[in-house]
């Protein structure tokens, strides 16, 4: 079955800087949307920007725009997301998915990645 593969994150210290990388199981990611999103314990998931099929980046939140960047890479067949100036409060599962347009709601996209924990502390 068709699959969507994260990898990176892991733990920083405030300031500091990580990785995600959202992939596939064989399938091309080059002509979808991709989304990604947040997930603390106890909040609801966060839409946090969106990488359009043209490769237009739409920011949903305030908070990361600056700081989070996402580039698409056909040769690797990757979307990468760069988190940058980490916050405690960027603590959180982060989640990629697909969809075919950009949205903030997290019922557009149709499939997700398994999720990486991202823990930003001192």
């Known amino acids: 079955q068709a699959q969507v593969v994260e990898s990176g994150g892991g733990l920083v210290q405030p300031g500091g800087s990580l990785r995600l990388s959202c992939g596939t199981n064989?399938?091309?990611?080059?002509?979808?949307?991709i989304g990604w999103f947040r997930q603390a314990p106890g909040k609801e998931r966060e839409a946090l920007l969106c990488?359009?099929?043209?490769?237009?980046?739409?920011y949903y939140t305030d908070s990361v725009k600056g700081r989070f960047t996402v580039s698409r890479d056909n040769a690797r067949n990757t979307v990468s997301l760069q988190m940058k100036s980490l916050k405690p409060e960027d603590t959180a599962v982060y989640y990629c998915?697909?969809?075919?347009?950009?949205?903030?709601?997290?019922?557009?996209?149709?499939?997700w990645g398994q999720g990486r924990l991202v823990v930003v502390s001192s």
């Open positions: 998915a697909l969809a075919l347009t950009c949205s903030s709601d997290i019922g557009n996209f149709g499939s």
């Open positions: 064989g399938f091309s990611l080059a002509y979808y949307t």
């Open positions: 990488l359009s099929n043209s490769d237009e980046t739409t």
